[in-house]
T-cell receptor, first 116, second 111 residues
Framework: GAGVSQSPRYKVAKRGQDVALRCDPISGHVSLFWYQQALGQGPEFLTYFQNEAQLDKSGLPSDRFFAERPEGSVSTLKIQRTQQEDSAVYLC??????????????FGEGSRLTVL | DQQVKQNSPSLSVQEGRISILNCDYTNSMFDYFLWYKKYPAEGPTFLISISSIKDKNEDGRFTVFLNKSAKHLSLHIVPSQPGDSAVYFCAASGSARQLTFGSGTQLTVLP
C-alpha cells in the first residue's frame, strides 16, 4: 500500500505478557517515529529512527520498551511484561526527510493495545 | 509539564460559519507549528503548518495564525463543513526531530 501500515490493529494482552507491534513505513522514508496515545490525550513521542539508527529514545517510558529497525525499513516496538498502564494506541509515523524538522509526518492507523 | 496546550476539549459550530481552534505553547525554542486532523480509528493526517518566521499561512479554507509574543496559534476554518468534524491536534517542533502534540480539540460542525 501507499501509506504507513501497522499491525496488529488491535491487541489484547494479559498483564505480564510480551507484545510486539509492527510498522511498515512508506517506501523510501528515512525517518520513523513511534508515539503513544492514551485515551483523550495527544500522541506522545517514544522514539525516533533515521534509517536503521535509533537517534532518540528519550520518550520510552521504561526499560520494558524496546524498538528496532534493523534494515532501515520495517520497525518493531516490543513491550515486555506488559502492565495496565501500557494500554494505549501506538502510532507509527514516517517522513521522507532525514534532517529537516519542518517535514510533516505520515501516520499509520495505530495499534490499540489493551492490557487486562 | 505540557509544552503544547489545547484548552478547549470540544467545539461546536454551525455549517457555513467560522471555526476557530486555539493552541498555546510554553517552549520558546519551538520554531515550527503544525495542525493535524484525526478521524476515529484513523491516524492523524497533516493539515497545515507555519514557520516561526511567519505570522500567517493560508491553504484554501484553512488559515493558521501565529502570535509569537503570546506563544499562541490558532486555526481558522471558513466556511466550516460537516466533513470537517474531527479531532484537531496542534503540534510543535524545535531542534529535536519529534513533534510535541497538544491534547486535541473535538470539532463538531452541525448541518
Amino acid at each position: 500500500g501507499a501509506g504507513v501500515s501497522q499491525s496488529p490493529r488491535y491487541k489484547v494482552a494479559k498483564r505480564g505478557q510480551d507484545v510486539a507491534l509492527r510498522c511498515d513505513p512508506i517506501s523510501g522514508h528515512v525517518s520513523l517515529f513511534w508515539y503513544q496515545q492514551a485515551l483523550g490525550q495527544g500522541p506522545e513521542f517514544l522514539t525516533y529512527f533515521q534509517n536503521e539508527a535509533q537517534l532518540d529514545k528519550s520518550g520510552l517510558p521504561s526499560d520494558r520498551f524496546f524498538a528496532e529497525r534493523p534494515e532501515g525499513s520495517v520497525s518493531t516496538l516490543k513491550i515486555q511484561r506488559t502492565q495496565q498502564e501500557d494500554s494505549a494506541v501506538y502510532l507509527c509515523a514516517s517522513s521522507p526527510s532525514g534532517t529537516q524538522n519542518t517535514g510533516e509526518l505520515f501516520f499509520g492507523e495505530g495499534s490499540r493495545l489493551t492490557v487486562l | 509539564d505540557q509544552q503544547v496546550k489545547q484548552n478547549s476539549p470540544s467545539l461546536s459550530v454551525q455549517e457555513g460559519r467560522i471555526s476557530i481552534l486555539n493552541c498555546d505553547y510554553t517552549n520558546s525554542m519551538f520554531d515550527y507549528f503544525l495542525w493535524y486532523k484525526k478521524y476515529p480509528a484513523e491516524g492523524p493526517t497533516f493539515l497545515i503548518s507555519i514557520s516561526s518566521i511567519k505570522d500567517k499561512n493560508e491553504d484554501g479554507r484553512f488559515t493558521v495564525f501565529l502570535n509569537k509574543s503570546a506563544k499562541h496559534l490558532s486555526l481558522h476554518i471558513v466556511p466550516s463543513q460537516p466533513g470537517d468534524s474531527a479531532v484537531y491536534f496542534c503540534a510543535a517542533s524545535g531542534s529535536a526531530r519529534q513533534l510535541t502534540f497538544g491534547s486535541g480539540t473535538q470539532l463538531t460542525v452541525l448541518p
